[in-house]
């Protein structure tokens, strides 16, 4: 099955200065890779996603990469503020059913 | 557009006793839904996928007959943790995939905090 690997565990920044992070995974047949912002005790929010036909996407301060040669996807978020400090959670579906294979989460400290 | 709400947001009961958690699609139909459980600290594991109007699939190692879901409707999902006991304390998160024409994307109910004395 799928294996979704997500690095680093945890990330402190400086408010204003970006943010990456990355996951590798495992299926070539994952073609559907989105990120969660999960603040604590809340849900997990859908904050961008990509698929197998597109290389880059951006909205607004974030944007996510794929390279599906080297199976891997990064987060990126710039000009970071206090209100994006949370658990981001990488995933990967290419599953006929939808399941979605989470990374292990990042915790990202953006202080001011 | 696109919310899923999830009933009760927390519960406390004792060693033993039955829980019933509801997952539902507001505003859209959601004819497959997942169920997850979070510890402390971890990321989302999956427990199972639950098809209207099917029996649901578990994960390994999770246990079909400790944990009963039914779908029922395009817009509820339940998941009953039956004789629960301290070490089934979690947090228990559902998702509603919305289907559309080249997407399934998941959006996730705001989870339930499950305390077994």
């Known amino acids: 099955g799928e294996n979704v690997e997500q690095h680093p565990s945890t990330l402190s920044v400086q408010e204003g200065d970006s943010a990456v992070i990355k996951c590798t995974y495992s299926d070539s047949a994952s073609n559907y890779f989105p990120w969660y912002k999960q603040e604590l005790g809340k849900r997990p929010q859908l904050i961008i996603d990509i698929r197998s036909n597109v290389g880059e996407k951006k909205d607004q301060r974030i944007a996510v990469t794929l390279n599906k040669t080297a199976k891997h996807f990064s987060l990126h978020i710039t000009e970071t503020q206090p209100e994006d400090s949370a658990v981001y959670f990488c995933a990967a579906q290419g599953d006929s059913w939808g399941k979605l294979q989470f990374g292990a989460g990042t915790q990202v400290v953006v202080t001011p | 557009g696109a919310v899923v709400s999830q009933h009760p947001s927390w519960v406390i009961c004792k060693s033993g006793t039955s829980v019933k958690i509801e997952c539902r699609s507001l505003?859209?139909?959601?004819?497959?839904m997942f169920w997850y459980r979070q510890f402390p600290k971890q990321s989302l594991m999956l427990m199972a996928t639950s098809n209207e109007g099917s029996k649901a699939t578990y994960e390994q190692g999770v246990e079909k007959d400790k944990f009963l879901i039914n779908h029922a409707s395009l817009t509820l999902s339940t998941l009953t943790v039956t004789s629960a006991h301290p070490e089934d304390s979690s947090f228990y998160i559902c998702?509603?995939?919305?289907?559309?024409?080249?997407?399934?994307?998941?959006?996730f109910g705001p989870g339930t905090r499950l305390t077994v004395l």
């Open positions: 998702s509603a995939s919305l289907k559309l024409a080249f997407t399934d994307t998941q959006y």
């Open positions: 505003d859209f139909q959601a004819t497959t």
